[in-house]
Protein backbone atom coordinates (compact mmCIF):
# COMPACT_ATOMS: atom_id res chain seq x y z
CA UNK A 1 0.00 0.00 0.00
CA UNK A 2 1.28 3.46 -1.01
CA UNK A 3 1.58 6.72 0.93
CA UNK A 4 -1.46 8.51 1.04
CA UNK A 5 -2.54 11.55 2.71
CA UNK A 6 -6.30 12.06 4.68
CA UNK A 7 -7.98 14.37 6.20
CA UNK A 8 -8.37 14.84 9.76
CA UNK A 9 -10.75 17.25 12.38
CA UNK A 10 -10.11 17.68 16.04
CA UNK A 11 -13.80 18.34 16.69
CA UNK A 12 -14.84 20.65 19.53
CA UNK A 13 -15.95 18.53 22.60
CA UNK A 14 -12.43 17.66 21.86
CA UNK A 15 -10.47 21.02 21.85
CA UNK A 16 -12.82 22.42 24.46
CA UNK A 17 -11.43 19.78 26.88
CA UNK A 18 -7.63 20.51 26.07
CA UNK A 19 -7.41 16.95 24.40
CA UNK A 20 -5.43 18.80 21.05
CA UNK A 21 -1.96 16.99 21.98
CA UNK A 22 -3.18 13.76 23.14
CA UNK A 23 -4.91 12.97 19.98
CA UNK A 24 -2.14 14.37 17.85
CA UNK A 25 -0.25 11.77 20.04
CA UNK A 26 -2.44 8.98 18.88
CA UNK A 27 -2.00 10.19 15.44
CA UNK A 28 1.73 10.02 15.90
CA UNK A 29 1.81 6.70 17.36
CA UNK A 30 -0.08 4.86 14.49
CA UNK A 31 2.51 6.11 12.45
CA UNK A 32 0.87 9.06 10.74
CA UNK A 33 2.98 12.49 10.64
CA UNK A 34 0.99 15.24 10.96
CA UNK A 35 2.16 17.16 7.73
CA UNK A 36 -0.42 20.50 8.36
CA UNK A 37 -2.63 21.83 11.18
CA UNK A 38 -4.35 24.74 12.11
CA UNK A 39 -6.47 25.82 14.68
CA UNK A 40 -10.70 27.17 12.86
CA UNK A 41 -14.06 28.45 13.98
CA UNK A 42 -16.00 27.11 11.39
CA UNK A 43 -19.11 29.37 10.52
CA UNK A 44 -22.48 27.63 10.09
CA UNK A 45 -22.46 28.14 6.03
CA UNK A 46 -19.17 25.81 5.75
CA UNK A 47 -20.19 22.97 8.52
CA UNK A 48 -23.50 22.76 6.60
CA UNK A 49 -21.28 22.08 3.06
CA UNK A 50 -18.84 20.16 4.70
CA UNK A 51 -21.50 17.84 6.08
CA UNK A 52 -23.79 18.01 2.85
CA UNK A 53 -23.85 14.17 2.46
CA UNK A 54 -26.12 14.15 5.72
CA UNK A 55 -28.35 17.09 5.17
CA UNK A 56 -31.23 14.37 5.25
CA UNK A 57 -30.47 12.88 8.16
CA UNK A 58 -31.67 13.50 11.54
CA UNK A 59 -29.09 14.82 13.38
CA UNK A 60 -27.70 17.53 10.68
CA UNK A 61 -28.62 20.39 12.30
CA UNK A 62 -27.50 19.18 15.57
CA UNK A 63 -24.21 17.81 13.74
CA UNK A 64 -23.74 21.28 12.23
CA UNK A 65 -24.08 23.09 15.46
CA UNK A 66 -22.07 21.02 17.39
CA UNK A 67 -19.01 21.41 14.74
CA UNK A 68 -19.09 25.36 15.29
CA UNK A 69 -19.81 25.43 18.88
CA UNK A 70 -15.92 25.76 19.75
CA UNK A 71 -12.92 26.05 17.71
CA UNK A 72 -11.73 22.76 15.65
CA UNK A 73 -7.97 22.04 14.89
CA UNK A 74 -7.97 20.44 10.48
CA UNK A 75 -5.28 18.82 9.81
CA UNK A 76 -3.94 16.58 7.20
CA UNK A 77 -1.84 12.57 8.06
CA UNK A 78 0.24 11.29 5.91
CA UNK A 79 1.47 7.84 6.21
CA UNK A 80 1.41 4.68 4.63
CA UNK A 81 -2.04 3.72 4.02
CA UNK A 82 -3.08 6.80 6.02
CA UNK A 83 -7.25 6.53 5.49
CA UNK A 84 -7.49 3.12 6.58
CA UNK A 85 -5.25 3.78 9.39
CA UNK A 86 -6.66 6.96 10.86
CA UNK A 87 -10.05 5.14 10.46
CA UNK A 88 -8.55 2.00 12.52
CA UNK A 89 -7.21 4.85 15.01
CA UNK A 90 -10.22 7.04 15.44
CA UNK A 91 -12.18 3.92 16.36
CA UNK A 92 -16.17 3.39 15.82
CA UNK A 93 -18.49 6.02 15.36
CA UNK A 94 -20.35 5.44 18.24
CA UNK A 95 -17.59 4.66 21.30
CA UNK A 96 -19.63 2.58 22.93
CA UNK A 97 -19.03 0.51 20.00
CA UNK A 98 -15.01 1.35 19.60
CA UNK A 99 -12.47 -1.02 20.18
CA UNK A 100 -9.94 -0.33 23.58
CA UNK A 101 -7.13 1.99 22.41
CA UNK A 102 -9.34 4.35 20.11
CA UNK A 103 -9.32 7.63 20.60
CA UNK A 104 -13.12 7.42 20.32
CA UNK A 105 -13.11 4.89 22.99
CA UNK A 106 -10.99 7.16 24.84
CA UNK A 107 -11.84 10.15 24.34
CA UNK A 108 -15.35 10.54 22.76
CA UNK A 109 -18.34 11.79 24.60
CA UNK A 110 -21.32 10.49 22.55
CA UNK A 111 -22.13 9.63 18.54
CA UNK A 112 -22.40 13.41 18.22
CA UNK A 113 -19.80 14.65 20.28
CA UNK A 114 -17.43 11.69 19.07
CA UNK A 115 -14.03 13.60 19.62
CA UNK A 116 -12.33 13.20 15.87
CA UNK A 117 -13.58 13.18 11.74
CA UNK A 118 -11.65 11.30 8.89
CA UNK A 119 -11.79 10.90 5.73
CA UNK A 120 -13.53 7.57 4.33
CA UNK A 121 -12.11 7.29 1.24
CA UNK A 122 -8.98 8.62 -1.46
CA UNK A 123 -11.70 11.13 -3.04
CA UNK A 124 -13.06 12.17 0.30
CA UNK A 125 -10.09 12.53 1.63
CA UNK A 126 -8.65 14.85 -1.56
CA UNK A 127 -11.93 16.87 -1.23
CA UNK A 128 -12.18 17.68 2.51
CA UNK A 129 -7.95 18.92 2.28
CA UNK A 130 -8.86 21.00 -0.80
CA UNK A 131 -11.73 22.53 1.31
CA UNK A 132 -10.08 23.58 4.16
CA UNK A 133 -6.11 23.81 3.05
CA UNK A 134 -4.23 25.82 0.40
CA UNK A 135 -1.69 24.49 -1.50
CA UNK A 136 0.68 26.41 0.11
CA UNK A 137 -0.31 25.66 3.37
CA UNK A 138 0.83 21.81 1.76
CA UNK A 139 4.07 20.88 1.96
CA UNK A 140 5.28 18.10 -0.42
P1 LIG B 1 -17.96 8.92 10.92
O1 LIG B 1 -17.45 8.76 9.50
O2 LIG B 1 -17.52 7.80 11.83
O3 LIG B 1 -17.63 10.28 11.52
O4 LIG B 1 -19.56 8.80 10.90
P2 LIG B 1 -20.69 9.33 9.88
O5 LIG B 1 -20.10 9.78 8.59
O6 LIG B 1 -21.76 8.27 9.85
O7 LIG B 1 -21.32 10.58 10.64
C1 LIG B 1 -20.69 11.83 10.63
C2 LIG B 1 -20.81 12.46 12.00
O8 LIG B 1 -22.17 12.74 12.28
C3 LIG B 1 -20.36 11.56 13.16
O9 LIG B 1 -18.98 11.53 13.36
C4 LIG B 1 -21.11 12.19 14.33
O10 LIG B 1 -20.43 13.36 14.82
C5 LIG B 1 -22.42 12.61 13.67
N1 LIG B 1 -23.46 11.60 13.89
C6 LIG B 1 -23.59 10.38 13.28
N2 LIG B 1 -24.67 9.72 13.74
C7 LIG B 1 -25.25 10.56 14.66
C8 LIG B 1 -26.41 10.46 15.48
O11 LIG B 1 -27.15 9.46 15.48
N3 LIG B 1 -26.69 11.54 16.30
C9 LIG B 1 -25.89 12.66 16.32
N4 LIG B 1 -26.22 13.68 17.14
N5 LIG B 1 -24.80 12.79 15.55
C10 LIG B 1 -24.48 11.75 14.74
Redesign the pocket.
Known sequence: MAIQRTFSII?PDATKRNLTGAIAAKFEAAGLRIVASKRIQMTLAQAETF?G??SE???FG??CE?MISEPIVVQVLEGEDAIAKN?EV?G???PADAADGTIRKEFAL?????S???S?APETAAEEIAFFFSGLELVG
Open positions: KYVHRPFELFRMATNSIGENVHGD
